[in-house]
């Protein structure tokens, strides 16, 4: 049995998909792109800023499905720009803490909205 899991905390889905499923003790977060959720804008031209408000996002979907940043399991990084690792890594550091995910990481020709940065999580919930 899946279950939607929906806020008005982190962007609407813009298409045919979920913020995110959850299917018995997991959840899967649709890819996060770095818009502001009351205006649905972009927040920043600036990798770091975008990054944050990605993980900003990602935390909202994981608290409306009752958990946390904590209980990912596996994340995946799209970027337009590998040379932005770092900031991700420390972006990442902040929201996510240890023990980290497994995850992926990307480099894309374009995203969404010619964004800098889109990640996708799976949560396990405790």
Known sequence: MKKI???DQAPLAIGA??????????VYISGQIPLDPQSMNVVS?????????????LAAVSQAAGSTLKSAVKMTIYMTDLEDFATV?????????????ARAAVQVSALPKGVLLEVDAILQID
């Open 5 to 7: 899991i929906k806020t």
């Open 17 to 26: 998909y979920s913020q995110a499923v959850q299917v018995g003790d997991t």
């Open 45 to 57: 031209d600036e990798f770091e800023e975008q990054a944050k408000q990605v993980f900003r996002n």
């Open 89 to 101: 890594n420390k972006v990442m550091e902040e929201y996510v803490g240890q023990p980290y995910p």
